[in-house]
């Protein structure tokens, strides 16, 4: 059974950056396609990037193109969210996802994802 543990989350300011960590155990991390989602405050979760297998396709939610970048090293078991620029509105429950199945290129639905991991707070400061 694999198991996801994300780290990296905290408080922080307005314009600032954090960088996200979700590391995976077992073998077979890299066949599958991963994902960052988020959940705020009374708000249903939300898909924020997703990524290939190989790391060659990624998906980004428009609220955080062109802030956010997602990677992973297949060799440390381990897929990262980069945050720069953050706002309030970014304030939320990080969550990585392994896809439910393998499979190329990146899936953009939560009901793709079948193990999860068991978050991590975002808070950013006005």
């Known amino acids: 059974q694999v198991e996801l543990l994300e780290s990296g989350g905290g408080l922080v300011q307005t314009g600032c950056s954090l960088r996200l960590s979700c590391a995976a155990s077992g073998r077979t991390f890299s066949t599958y396609g991963m994902g960052w989602f988020r959940q705020g405050p009374g708000k249903e979760r939300e898909l924020v990037a997703a990524?290939?297998?190989?790391?060659?396709?990624?998906f980004y939610a428009d609220f955080v193109k062109g802030r956010f970048i997602i990677s992973r090293d297949n060799a440390r078991n381990t897929v990262y969210l980069q945050m720069n620029s953050l706002k309030p509105e970014d304030t939320a429950v990080y969550y990585c996802a392994r896809r439910a199945s393998t499979g190329a290129g990146v899936h953009t639905t939560i009901g793709g994802y079948g193990t999860w991991g068991q978050g991590t707070q975002v808070t950013v400061s006005s």
């Open positions: 990524i290939s297998w190989s790391g060659a396709s990624t």
